[in-house]
């Protein structure tokens, strides 16, 4: 059974950074396309990147360029995001899913993880 764990939300001031894991089970991560999503308070879901498992070729949303690099420790079977120059704009329950294809089935066709909420204050 493929199941994911998110975790390392919490408070953090504008300008900084937080480390979010997205540990995995019943799959290994490079076998899988594994990404993050966010959803803010009245918004929609949106993609915030993903990372490939034929390459591990990296995607972002327009954003986050620059300031968030997703990452694969296929040892510990986790995927991470790294925040840094966090924007209040930034809050939002952030949650990791995967799909055993290309990162383009991941919203449609994913295993989901619960969220962790990431608050930045201004």
């Known amino acids: 059974e493929v199941q994911l764990q998110a975790s390392g939300g919490g408070l953090v001031q504008a300008g900084g950074s937080r480390r979010l894991s997205c540990g995995a089970s019943?799959?290994?991560?490079?076998?899988?396309?594994i990404g993050w999503f966010r959803q803010a308070p009245g918004k929609e879901r949106e993609g915030v990147s993903c990372?490939?498992?034929?390459?591990?070729?990296?995607y972002y949303t327009d954003s986050v360029k620059g300031r968030f690099t997703i990452s694969r420790d296929n040892a510990k079977n986790t995927v991470y995001l790294q925040m840094n120059s966090l924007k209040p704009e930034d809050t939002a329950v952030y949650y990791c899913a995967a799909v055993p294809a290309s990162c383009d089935y991941l919203a449609d066709f994913g295993s989901w993880g619960q969220g962790t909420l990431v608050t930045v204050s201004s």
């Open positions: 019943g799959f290994n991560v490079d076998d899988y396309a």
């Open positions: 990372i490939s498992s034929a390459d591990g070729s990296s």
